[in-house]
């Protein structure tokens, strides 16, 4: 599976459906960073963007940058 097969398989039924959608930090895994996404209605980007707003101000230690293996 290519690269842009992975990433389409996340976001690709909301381009498609006509929702809105946003991704945000979320914590770590194994030390790699994982994200939350977070769906709306269609032209909800308005409300999605508050929500994203809102758990990021919430949770600002989600926001630190990962650590880069192999240095």
């Known amino acids: 599976m290519s690269f842009l ?3 389409i398989r996340f976001t690709g039924p909301f381009n498609l459906t006509g929702l809105t959608a946003v991704t945000v930090p979320c914590g770590f895994a194994k030390e790699i960073p994982v994200g939350m996404q977070i769906v709306g209605p269609a032209f909800g980007e308005g ?17 630190q940058k990962p650590v880069v293996l192999g240095r």
């Open 47 to 63: 409300k999605i963007l508050n929500v994203a707003d809102v758990f990021e101000k919430s949770y600002p230690e989600l926001k």
């Open 5 to 7: 097969d992975h990433i």
